[in-house]
């Protein structure tokens, strides 16, 4: 047995997303009933390099499966300009729990793509009204291609309401999805009027005001304190759910409103995981607005590389080679 080498491409080349939604959703289930293991996200700090190091380790048990992975995550602001290289790049590796063995190593961009669209079709499942036909994005770069291709996979979407100040980016999703929805152009008014909407942006000043009244909006830009897309009035109004109490009040979308005292725990309706354990309710015949506020778990890595890993080594995706040296 070898340690299986995947790339960017062959991340994604075999990967089937529903069976990543699936495998997040019993992550967040695992996660609400106390069987995962996820140490705090711990940092490297490099001013003298304008960047940063973050490793985000875990472990989930389920009834069908375990898997134990760490992402090792930079962010280095100038290497675009000055290197040639992405701001972000991301390793992971993915291990055997019963041995420790490495199975697999790797790209972990395509793979934050990945769950992080997981995420919201698994908010959409238990948070959109059951007859949700229109998408709203608020953004058009590289995760509202994940938002769109994870949610349609939860409720049938038909119309797509996409929003974006470039020209050029909004063009090109156009053109990637007209074919299979139908896709529209709008400000974010009309985006966030949409049965879903999913916002992807760094914002740190609110660009929804407003939502339609039985819409369910998936907060996905907000990663970071200060960053802030939601205005303060939708989230007091709405039936709030977060992915994590203490990272969400950190650098969540509700960490600014947090803060600030205009929000508390009693305007939390509960975690996601307490919603898919069935701890807590979704969505209820008398809910108008919903919110999820995603800031990203590592369980949610661990639980789409275990999904990547077996589809990858079912399609002889990827490369092996001897990196432990067995006997």
Known sequence: ???????????????????VIDAVEGAFGAYARGDVQ???????????????????????????????????VNVHPDNPDEEGLPTVMGTLIYSDPETGFPLAVMDATDLTRLRTGAAAAVATR???????????????????????EAISRARDIETVVISDLDDEVRAAFIEEYG?????????????????????????????????GDETHVNAM?????????????VLQEAKLVIDDHEQCTHSGEINVPWS?????????????????????DG????????????????????????????????GDAGAEFDMVGQE
């Open 1 to 19: 047995m070898g340690t299986v080498i995947l790339d960017a491409d062959a991340v994604t080349e075999s990967t089937q997303i529903t069976e």
């Open 38 to 72: 996820m140490p705090a996200k711990s940092y490297v700090d490099l001013p003298q390099y304008n960047g940063d190091f973050r490793s985000m380790p875990a472990y989930i048990e389920t009834d069908d499966w375990d898997a134990a992975a760490v992402k090792w």
């Open 126 to 148: 238990h948070l959109a009204r059951e007859d949700a036909a229109s998408l709203g994005l608020v953004g058009a770069g590289v995760q509202a291609h994940s938002q769109l």
């Open 179 to 211: 074919d299979e929805f139908d896709v529209q152009e709008g400000d974010v008014a009309e985006a966030a009027a949409c049965d879903v909407v999913s916002t992807t942006t760094p914002v740190r000043d609110p660009i929804v005001e407003a939502v």
């Open 221 to 233: 830009g907000a990663d970071a304190e200060g960053k802030h897309e939601i205005a303060d009035e």
């Open 260 to 280: 600030e005292g205009v929000l508390d725990d009693d305007d939390i309706h509960g975690e996601i995981g307490d919603v898919v354990a069935g701890k807590i």
């Open 283 to 314: 969505r209820t015949a008398d809910d108008g607005v919903t919110v999820f506020d995603s800031t990203g778990l590592a369980i949610q890595d661990v639980a789409a590389a275990h999904v990547v890993y077996h589809d990858a080594v079912a």
